[in-house]
């Protein structure tokens, strides 16, 4: 089954839809390009379509201020499964703490805005692919294929007796919280998937 395309959006007061690099997004992801100069909107709807796979391309500098490290930590509170390229005009304009905000919070990838638009495309599709692999993504999937009813009831009891909804362990996933039971779900089904390929190897690229 196809993945469904992630939601590519910019966050760039500098950007317009006439530049090279936005016409290549839409002919790769048609309908799934977003672009807000305002860097409010572009967080506002980001947090509302938290449950999608999405791809920011971030501006750092707003206005010769450092804008976009803001908007980078406030989506970053929200869920660390948004996948960030950060784009701008020179590394050097950066402090050296919003450089450690934007590593410390696992930014994927930091380019020169300069660069050309074939290339940055590129580095997103190769984002789309890093997304696709992660099973904390697959599971906050499967997730949201849950009725809202569904994702409030206990879905596990731990061994001490805490239990957890569905919506428990995707907060977990997002944020840490929760003793990081999203992490360790996550951890488990890949240990489970690894486990199941290596007792059955005669499957593993048979073409049958």
């Known amino acids: 089954m196809a993945q469904p395309k992630p939601l590519i959006v910019i966050i760039d007061d500098d950007f317009n839809k006439n530049q090279p690099l936005y016409g290549f997004l839409e002919n790769s992801y048609p309908r799934n390009v977003y672009l807000f100069q305002n860097s409010n909107d572009g967080v506002k709807f980001v947090e509302e379509n938290i449950s999608k796979k999405i791809i920011v391309l971030l501006d750092i500098m707003f206005n010769g201020k450092e804008a976009g490290v803001e908007v980078f930590n406030e989506i970053s509170k929200k869920s660390a499964l948004v996948c960030f390229i950060v784009m701008t005009g020179n590394i050097e304009q950066v402090s050296r703490e919003g450089l450690k905000n934007l590593i410390n919070g696992h930014a994927w990838y930091i380019v020169q805005r300069d660069r050309p638009a074939k290339e940055i495309l590129n ?5 789309e692919d ?19 009813e569904e994702r409030v009831r206990p879905f596990l009891k731990t061994r001490n007796g805490k239990a957890y909804s569905l919506m428990d ?18 951890s488990d089904i890949l240990a489970l998937a690894v486990d199941l390929l290596m007792t059955d190897k005669t499957n593993i690229g048979d073409a049958k």
């Open 123 to 127: 580095i997103v599709k190769e984002a």
């Open 130 to 148: 890093h997304i696709n692999v992660r099973v904390d993504g697959a599971l906050e999937e499967w997730i949201f294929r849950h009725t809202d």
């Open 169 to 186: 362990i995707l907060n977990s996933l997002r944020t840490g919280d929760n003793n990081e039971i999203g992490k360790k779900i996550a």
